[in-house]
């Protein structure tokens, strides 16, 4: 039952601080015979590492990952795979003002009630540096799911600006600093965020991840069902508010008729003329494409001073300095892709197991 | 790693389908000695039974549950709670049509697809049925958390209509058939789902259950956050599309400043000013009060014929009769009660257990 | 982390007091499309039930199991399988003396001390009863295995009586009401245990558990190993004080050449020499026969006046009356067999889950 | 369900190859404000690590421990403790000679039939070295348990030689190079043991594990009995073929008036007139000492050629080189220390969580 693992056959472990000596993961139940190496993992970091643009935090990190154990002669043994990426850019310096106060919006109050102790600097365990790991974990899911199936990740709305669905371009996503699909909003998605950072403030964002080849039969009844596994994954990243499968929150306001999908053969295979249920029925994929979204709340390190507590019960104020995302939205896009992905290998396991 | 169970130290198995002999649960880890017989559960299994108002199936079951194990003299005893609910009104002739189609919408498909077998009758496992194991389980949960905390749940949206929040009344929920917190909606919303109803139509609804009295420090870091486990557990509810916390998805179109709670001492206790986190910061309870919500898709069996498919992959239509909620959202409102108080039973005794 | 149940995929939660209205389990993971029907499960109830012989209890219970959910037209579906058997001949009487007195050698004490209250009526949840449940399990995870791995049990020692090696006969198993596989040995333990049993004493057993046709490769590093959960789980089983695989104990005793089992091609089978090992390397299955041993102490149930304490901390003396099998290592034996089969199907879907 | 994780609130995940460039472990699940740091650690590794005496492996590791995570200030925060411990003098070389032969009694052939892909070299995952992580782990648990819970070792039998009881003394344990408690024993087995190992050959080992001071109602019936949780976590430990609680194995043999132990009051005190029981009844400590034994088979790398076959099924023979343990299980020792010490602080937990 350990709190800082995840999935039940592929299960990863993470651990370490923003700044201390190190963070990682050990990921557990990974099939033999796959091959892996370091640069397997390092290309999905680097999409999540910070550093690329004027719109995330500028705290220099390479996020080097290191294989320690579980690959011989670059193929996976079916032991842990134990995964280390140092910390180099620890300012901890930065964080003294905050080590007596709590920091509105952040993990900094419930974790001291929690535990009676927090590690300030940084953030400590709840900072999102922790997602690094995640990422990594992600990119030997990605191996068990196989070439066949695709996990991708869009930023569908910044703060209150929405894309145009009817824009969306899957090779627009990696041409911005946003992750957005819809060239036309990520343009004015610039002058917005530039706004919003120079005035230190910062603002929320909407992401969609989209499993596509994923087979149908995966999941399971009743409380292992996929969507309430990618529910919880989803979650369970940091400054998210809310997750939603297919129609979402939308599905409230269709009609019977229009949220069941309709199904025809087409050519022999099996056809859905809609996707409102987003390819999970009763807990199981049926074969669709598989489609999530998230929201992030607005980073809440911000310049202007907040009304708050000192440890010993005084009000205050503080102003957070630091180096922050002014959306952290942004980079959580890999983090949710990740997260899908470690979702779908746990489960093609499970159902390998109980269904051969 | 059961998927019929959830919960990790309060941890409830449930078993049965819906036109088999019976229902039931085994509920494990109660601490002994609290006070429990079968009317503290019937209680509870009494506002989700079926056929109390003209908006819910007309099925007829008593939902009598029986204890067979685990309390002693009206006392729990520590060991497993066996509970039972055996099935009255179950017409299995009136599914003998979708034996070998797949309604659209429903989890048809998809158990087929994962087992080559599925029980048609009702639904079998994937029934809504099913949820009556999950209010006794919850009613059991409710003991652990005793009296200083309340969850109560009410339907914030019915299809497209929702209500308007300054007339919020908890007092206002019990007294119409629809857990309408507000008095003028609930009136309105009769018309209009006696429309939908007659017309063989269905409907969705979104839900918001709330936990008050919940102390500071549940929930952990960083797998086992309190907002992701609710959120896995509402999204295991049956036809449930999305789960939000707090300021949920509009949390994305706030401002940072917006966004973070400020605090301030009040007579000696810590007093947040607003709760957009909805009670939650780092996955860690802060005391405030717990807010999630949840979409309800609606019924998929609806009277219209739809295009769907044959298990030998023919092309055909269908219409569901059998007996059936025009919304089944109405009725999910205990259940989510019930697996917001599970959620918080279970970490509860998590949180004693590390952090004493 | 249910205490009430065991195995990861193959997962069993049992239930149930022996004075209640009934006890039973629900077994998860299943995989679907298997046949099974109430006669598959009673035929091994009734090797276990009491009452067959003048060696076990005389408390008449016909053990017949009902299927609750999980079947349809004779085949799994892959949804949980909830068994129960209801208690039919429960004098609770029997037992009113012992409500305020520990008796010495059984549970009561450290029950009391752990919850504050206790089911003093047959044991309750401590009693053996509860094993009828890990027999019903037990057949369906035969189901799981298939034909071609055969699990039997046999009790090579009663009290201090060893049988003969040399005279093993699995024949003769079932042809003696000790489930002895040296007819001499059977013969010579009816006297024996006539007079333990006249004496109002009781005495212990061991017991030899043999998996034979496993394929090679089931069981999993470091803490899954094979041998590992095979040890847990029959020294779960009541009364069971000692657990080995292969040479067990003897092991210490021999000198690297003798234990080291050495290995030749055989028409292009693999094949050992000889199995110290008892089938198991590093915790995975070699594909020799599994072979293990558990030590079965005398029933803690006796006529003679022992000094004990009352619940409220006096100095008394107690004699157990009831109706006791004078050596429960006998009927230890199908539940042993039971557990084997439980931690091999768990293992055998394990293994395909993570190497296909 | 990791395989390479051991506990349930108090959980360990170990990773790392004999070979590879560290080993570790991820300890979850502490309780917060606990003093640590390395040294704490460390002592105790130091007395698992290899090179301190003759009877020992020459491998020269110094087994320094890093803790990466999950301290702050000297105190533990209730985040995950990362530890490492880097590998230094690994001879892979050594190892060319069985790349493609398995030795006989080590796990090479049973690796290589399940992942069909084996770290030949030096035991790989299997190697009695991922012990130094359990060792580590357990100095975390002994922690948890405090002061007034004390854990001890001592070998008892060394190949067929076994102590005289009657002279068992504590302080003699770590007066010489066998943890032995009998000084007259330990003498004689200088010159077996030296016999032993210029032949080349190797011998098993009895351990007896002892804890004093745990408070009565720690464990759970009926599959997370602390027995049966202890029996699974010593056979976890490599070349271990039998355990043992209590009188054990010689169980079978006592009466029932000899095997249940009386209890007389004392002072005001429960008193066990005896301790057959090894402390645990129906699976609940009584408060009395918890007593275990374990069995570890010779070491099988040994000098003398022995019968084995290749990875492409030739008959052939091998001896190993390398530098080994004539006898394990003297090493075992601190290692089935740590084992009963995890187990124990994660029933403490438990314990907590139900029972308050």
């Known amino acids: 039952m350990s709190s800082n693992s995840y999935g039940t056959l592929f299960r990863v472990t993470t651990w370490g601080e923003s700044h201390g000596p190190a963070i990682g993961c050990v990921v557990d139940g990974t099939p033999p015979l796959l091959p892996l190496s370091e640069p397997d993992i390092q290309r999905w970091l680097d999409r999540r590492k910070p550093g690329t643009s004027r719109f995330t935090t500028q705290r220099k990190e390479s996020d080097t990952v290191r294989i320690l154990s579980g690959v011989l002669d670059g193929k996976t043994t079916g032991t842990p795979i134990s995964l280390m990426i140092e ?30 102790i927090r590690d300030h600097r940084g953030g400590g365990r709840s900072s999102a540096r922790e997602t690094a790991s995640r990422v990594a974990a992600g990119a030997v899911a990605r191996l068990i799911l196989g070439d066949s199936v695709s996990i991708r990740g869009a930023v569908i709305q910044l703060g209150p600006h929405k894309i145009d669905r009817s824009r969306w371009d899957w090779t627009a996503v990696e041409d911005n600093p946003f992750w957005c699909p819809d060239r036309q ?14 005035a230190g403030s910062s603002c929320g964002a909407v992401i969609e991840v989209v499993a596509a080849g994923v087979p149908a039969g995966l999941g399971a009844p009743i409380y292992g069902k996929l969507d309430a596994d990618i529910a919880g994954a989803l979650m369970s990243i940091n400054a998210v508010k809310g997750v939603e499968i297919g129609a979402g929150f939308g599905a409230a306001s269709l009609s019977g008729e229009e949220n069941a999908d309709e199904m025809r ?31 992030v709340k607005p980073t809440s390190s911000i310049l202007s001073a907040r009304k708050t507590i000192t440890k010993d019960g005084r009000d205050t104020e ?20 990740a997260m899908l992905a470690c979702v779908l290998a746990d489960h093609l396991l499970r ?4 269904c051969g």
Request: hydrophobic share 30%; net charge positive; charged share 30%.
């Open 87 to 116: 910390n180099e850019d620890a300012r901890s310096r930065d964080y003294d003002e905050i080590k007596d106060k709590f920091r509105p919006g952040h993990a900094d109050y419930a974790y001291w009630k929690k535990y009676g």
């Open 185 to 198: 909003a990520a343009q004015a998605w610039e002058g917005y965020l530039d706004g919003v950072r120079k």
């Open 265 to 295: 053969m087409r050519d022999g295979e099996v056809a859905f003329l809609s996707n409102q249920a987003g390819g999970i029925l009763g807990g199981i994929s049926t074969g669709q494409e598989i489609v999530a979204r998230f929201a």
């Open 318 to 337: 503080i102003s957070t300095k630091g180096r922050h995302d002014p959306c952290v939205g942004i980079r959580a896009t890999p983090v949710g892709e």
């Open 351 to 354: 159902h390998r197991a109980q």
